[in-house]
Nanobody
């Protein structure tokens, strides 16, 4: 599996960016496609994910209502539309894919994935949000 992420850049707070992740190398119909991010000095954290087959989506609480993950089956591409960006969204964003990774429940009504459960990763794209 090869993943190619793109779309990062510098944007002012309140602005928008759209990340893309082009996937190749196999059939992804039963896979979960995820976006994770890693800020300087911090661990890689879950941002959003989508089931390639059902389109079910999951988001970390801090991006709900601002970010939207979607898929384009014809182009084997997953997008992350990021609106109302905040300085705390600054990070390197990675796309990842995995077949049936465990889904975890936060206990507050949200579900998330662990980065360690994903085996295929893109190269990362830097998102910088200035205040």
């Amino acid at each position: 599996v090869q993943l190619q992420a793109s779309g990062g850049g510098l944007v002012q707070a309140g602005g928008s960016l759209r990340l893309s992740c082009a996937a190749s190398g196999r059939t992804f119909s039963s896979y979960i496609m995820g976006w994770f991010r890693q800020a300087p000095g911090k661990e890689r954290e879950f941002v959003a994910a989508i089931s390639w087959s059902t389109g079910t989506t999951y988001y970390v609480d801090s991006v709900k209502g601002r970010f939207t993950i979607s898929r384009d089956n014809a182009k084997n591409t997953v997008h992350l539309q990021m609106n109302s960006l905040k300085p705390e969204d600054t990070a390197v964003y990675y796309c990842a894919s995995e077949y049936g990774p465990p889904l975890h429940y936060s206990g507050s009504g949200s579900y998330y994935y662990w980065a360690a459960d994903f085996g295929s990763w893109g190269q990362g794209t830097l998102v910088t949000v200035s205040s």
